[in-house]
């Protein structure tokens, strides 16, 4: 069988890249392991895909750091602006959330989806589906790729088979694979956008219950502090939740390390000064003197996390009244500053995304053509460049894919 350009997978970054490229007339074919395009699109933002973030090119390169210089080119190229205009000239609108999150007005990953096939039908682009492509090899004039039952010769070939979170969608690596077999360098896979496990017992003990806004820092000998903010989740054997997720992001390299744990500092009342927060539970004592400390923080917090924190800070049980000025600052330390110490990462099959991949510096960006071997290009999450929660990871599946089918040179030969 033969191509003019190969695109081995048939996610975000595949989609795009193949509905680019065709529509310049170029002869697109895609090849998906799966029995169908995009299984991991339709998991992204609990089902509702968020696909992008507003913001201009060089905030949201800000955002994506240590990998901004590398995307900068591919955001100015297909940046938050051209990826809603894209699905509202394919009959999908969006709309931007007070956090600066772009989602489907429709709320469904299942209309983004759609949409792409459609855009990729409507320019012709192929597929084959159910084939796994091992091994790939440059020829003269081009590649030939390999499955199962087919020799597929192509003049130029894109990979977007996406990273090794979610291994059940289809994400198992295979990318990297093909990417090493043409002598290119992989950065070891690890898990980012991941909850974290704790020494301690009792966030476990909580699992399910959230916090709609924490603030929270990383302390670990010799290192930079890290910060995020945002809700939170207890998990069964630690933290999730975005906040969480994102402060995963700053630590990846850190815990899979046969080194201390690293120690978070976890403020419930962001918006609160130590003061502030001291003299509103005064108040509040005051006010209801009969009343147990953990039933007028459960009017603060939820109230399992209200009566272990009243356990941690040693009042539990105890009356308004009763509550000494050392148990009133112990319980106000417990609050603007809960610690608990992070021995690992959730395993990366459970990640969002991962950190790693080939590696983004032999990759022209300007193009996603390989600096190592000419014809190949590669875009989305094979590539060793992350962004965090809110959209910004499908933004760089868009833009790079976008940007490697704008690209996408055929020798004449083909």
């Known amino acids: 069988m033969k191509t003019d350009l190969c695109i081995v997978g048939a996610g975000p970054a595949g989609l795009m890249a193949a509905i680019f490229a065709a529509r310049r007339g170029i002869r697109t074919l895609v090849?998906?392991?799966?029995?169908?395009?995009?299984?991991?699109?339709?998991?992204?933002?609990?089902?509702?895909?968020?696909?992008?973030?507003?913001?201009?090119?060089?905030?949201?390169?800000?955002?994506?750091?240590?990998?901004?210089?590398?995307?900068?080119?591919?955001?100015?190229?297909?940046?938050?602006?051209?990826?809603?205009?894209?699905?509202?000239?394919?009959?999908?609108?969006?709309?931007?959330?007070?956090?600066?999150?772009?989602?489907?007005?429709?709320?469904?990953?299942?209309?983004?989806?759609?949409?792409?096939?459609?855009?990729?039908?409507?320019?012709?682009?192929?597929?084959?589906?159910?084939?796994?492509?091992?091994?790939?090899?440059?020829?003269?004039?081009?590649?030939?790729?390999?499955?199962?039952?087919?020799?597929?010769?192509?003049?130029?070939?894109?990979?977007?088979?996406?990273?090794?979170?979610?291994?059940?969608?289809?994400?198992?690596?295979?990318?990297?694979?093909?990417?090493?077999?043409?002598?290119?360098?992989?950065?070891?896979?690890?898990?980012?956008?991941?909850?974290?496990?704790?020494?301690?017992?009792?966030?476990?003990?909580?699992?399910?219950?959230?916090?709609?806004?924490?603030?929270?820092?990383?302390?670990?000998?010799?290192?930079?502090?890290?910060?995020?903010?945002?809700?939170?989740?207890?998990?069964?054997?630690?933290?999730?939740?975005?906040?969480?997720?994102?402060?995963?992001?700053?630590?990846a390299g850190l815990l899979d390390q046969a080194g201390p744990p690293v120690e978070l500092h976890i403020d419930l009342f962001d918006g609160l000064t130590a003061q502030a927060l001291e003299q509103r539970l005064i108040t509040s004592c005051q006010a209801r003197p009969r009343k147990r400390i953990e039933t007028i923080l459960a009017e603060w917090l939820p109230g399992a996390l209200a009566e272990r924190l009243c356990t941690l800070a040693g009042c539990a049980e105890t009356q308004a009244s009763q509550l000494s000025r050392p148990l009133r600052e112990a319980l106000v330390r417990m609050l603007k500053d809960a610690t608990v110490h992070v021995v690992r990462t959730r395993p990366l099959r459970e990640a969002t995304a991962t950190r790693g991949g080939v590696d983004h510096r032999q990759i022209e960006p300007t193009t996603m053509q390989s600096r190592i071997c000419p014809g190949l290009y590669l875009a989305g999450e094979v590539i060793d460049a992350d962004g965090p929660c809110g959209g910004y990871n499908l933004q760089i599946a868009f833009a790079t894919g976008a940007l490697a089918g704008q690209s996408v040179t055929v020798p004449a030969s083909v």
């Not at 091994?135 to 894109?158: N, W």
């Open 31 to 251: 090849v998906e392991r799966n029995s169908t395009a995009g299984r991991k699109l339709l998991k992204t933002g609990r089902g509702r895909c968020n696909l992008t973030h507003v913001g201009t090119p060089d905030e949201l390169a800000r955002a994506c750091e240590p990998y901004g210089r590398f995307l900068k080119h591919a955001f100015y190229t297909f940046g938050p602006d051209r990826v809603r205009r894209f699905f509202h000239e394919q009959g999908l609108e969006t709309r931007v959330e007070a956090d600066g999150c772009v989602f489907p007005v429709s709320d469904r990953a299942t209309d983004v989806k759609a949409v792409l096939l459609g855009a990729a039908a409507r320019a012709g682009v192929r597929f084959i589906y159910g084939r796994r492509i091992f091994p790939m090899a440059k020829e003269p004039g081009g590649f030939v790729l390999h499955s199962e039952d087919v020799a597929i010769r192509a003049g130029v070939v894109v990979i977007a088979t996406g990273g090794a979170s979610w291994p059940q969608t289809g994400s198992t690596g295979d990318g990297y694979a093909l990417a090493a077999g043409l002598d290119h360098g992989i950065i070891e896979p690890r898990a980012i956008l991941v909850p974290l496990v704790t020494r301690e017992a009792w966030p476990g003990a909580l699992q399910g219950v959230g916090v709609e806004h924490v603030a929270i820092r990383s302390r670990l000998a010799g290192m930079k502090h890290a910060e995020a903010k945002g809700p939170m989740m207890f998990t069964q054997d630690g933290l999730g939740g975005p906040a969480v997720l994102n402060l995963s992001r700053r630590l």
